[in-house]
């Protein structure tokens, strides 16, 4: 640990960012926390490029497994989404070991797939929320801030408002969440308020994905849903004529999961952070 | 029954056709069959609309269900896909009555979703194959006439090629596959050939959502997989590198699954009928 800040590990286990991104969020964190700045490792692997991808599979795997088992990391940061995750996910979740179970894992969008699959495997301290690549966002830096301050600081400023000590949460991309529905992936979310967000879909296809979502026998078993952000609606022929919000409400209904209002994620600056379960983390 | 035909009821559990679709797939029955013509019953439901779809939910829930289970009805043929059937499953297949039972489902893409529900209820004479919107397609008339001899008259002339009566099929769009699975309509393929095809998805949906499908425990019950035609890739940005076999082949591989080629499937004047499980009708 430098200057007793603590040491974050970051890989994309999707898509590539450039090294640019990088300077920016290391400039952020040592002006954040100038007296204990963070030691933040970006793996080589992130500026990798193999058609989609940042690196081969095996590359984004073998990145992500030698970060989480590392006992000199304490923090798992992935780097951006994109699409990929799925791809890794199979090998990576057997090939981690007891260093790995103590780490914090902070992310979302496509990265949801390896939180889904962390947190059904037992791992505690799993969260969703600002990756790195936000910063090239219009005011990213409130994001990033916001995710450094949970890492480093364990502040929980930049939670979601509705998370509470006494309900178990998980937060998803609705695309994402549909597809480890039925998988050995799909975390078992019982009990819990499942937030959800999306980006970029027509309204049919995020229809059907919480048509899906809404039907799997664990989903019913929600404590509630809430709706995040659906940004950049992608058009629909001919218009689709209901919201996300309609239709959430309608496969809430249908499926006897109580709808609790909107949830504030998304994919934007305003993307609060959702920890998994009852974790919460301490203060540092 | 008219003349000795069979009685062919058609409802639309997604998008709307036009009148001029069942004029022309009407008068193709009574060119390729004078002698026995089918009766067409087109239920004025397939003329419906209400933003996406042919009709509210209710009215097209409520159309299959009548005609399902009318007992002077032979068959169910879907007249579009689209999207919708899985806004209706839920409620259509509690529905059903024993004269719902004794009937061919005749469809393909977004209405696989009730294919696939039906066959894991235990329904018994399933098939993917054209439907009467098809007639529409430079050359339709070859993909609805092969489905009309396949349920007029029995015939296995339009049967996929690799179909043989010892081993179980079925036959599914790959994105409407994914979103069955996890729910109670993803039927048991265990020890079947599974045929999928896409359309107008990009790669990397193509990839997410292959992944999705061989992850499911039951469907690495698979006796194999067979890949049909995935028409009209949309672009990927950036370019993805692997083409739908190489995806194929490689999710096949870490699934365990054997990889057993092409199938003569898709969106298209060529798609092959797939009966489900070991049924094959009788010839007339």
């Known amino acids: 640990?430098?200057?007793?800040?603590?040491?974050?590990?970051?890989?994309?286990?999707?898509?590539?960012?450039?090294?640019?991104?990088?300077?920016?969020?290391?400039?952020?964190?040592?002006?954040?926390?100038?007296?204990?700045?963070?030691?933040?490792?970006?793996?080589?692997?992130?500026?990798?490029?193999?058609?989609?991808?940042?690196?081969?599979?095996?590359?984004?795997?073998?990145?992500?497994?030698?970060?989480?088992?590392?006992?000199?990391?304490?923090?798992?940061?992935?780097?951006?989404?994109?699409?990929?995750?799925?791809?890794?996910?199979?090998r990576v979740l057997p090939a981690l070991n007891a260093a790995a179970r103590q780490k914090t894992y902070l992310g979302y969008s496509d990265t949801g797939t390896l939180l889904g699959g962390l947190y059904g495997a037992g791992f505690a301290k799993i969260a969703h929320g600002p990756m790195p690549s936000d910063i090239r966002r219009e005011n990213g830096a409130a994001a990033v801030t916001r995710s450094l301050q949970f890492l480093v600081a364990g502040s929980d400023a930049g939670m979601e408002r509705s998370v509470t000590p006494a309900t178990p949460t998980a937060a998803f991309n609705i695309t994402i969440l549909s597809h480890l529905i039925g998988t050995p992936l799909e975390p078992d979310l019982a009990g819990h308020v499942l937030m959800l967000e999306e980006i970029s879909e027509a309204m049919y296809r995020i229809d059907r994905s919480l048509g899906h979502i809404t039907a799997a026998p664990g989903i019913r078993r929600l404590a509630g849903l809430r709706l995040g952000r659906c940004n950049s609606i992608t058009p629909n022929t001919p218009e689709f004529a209901e919201d996300e919000e309609t239709v959430a409400r309608r496969w809430c209904k249908l499926a006897g999961i109580p709808y609790l209002g909107r949830a504030d994620i998304g994919h934007d600056v305003e993307n609060k952070i959702v920890p998994f379960g009852r974790w919460r983390p301490e203060a540092r």
């Open 1 to 90: 640990m430098a200057k007793g800040g603590i040491t974050i590990g970051i890989v994309a286990p999707a898509c590539r960012i450039e090294p640019t991104v990088a300077e920016s969020v290391t400039a952020l964190a040592a002006r954040l926390f100038p007296e204990r700045p963070p030691a933040l490792r970006f793996h080589p692997q992130c500026y990798l490029s193999a058609g989609h991808f940042a690196g081969t599979d095996e590359e984004r795997a073998s990145a992500l497994i030698a970060t989480a088992n590392d006992p000199a990391i304490d923090a798992v940061w992935f780097a951006r989404g994109g699409y990929g995750s799925c791809r890794i996910a199979e």
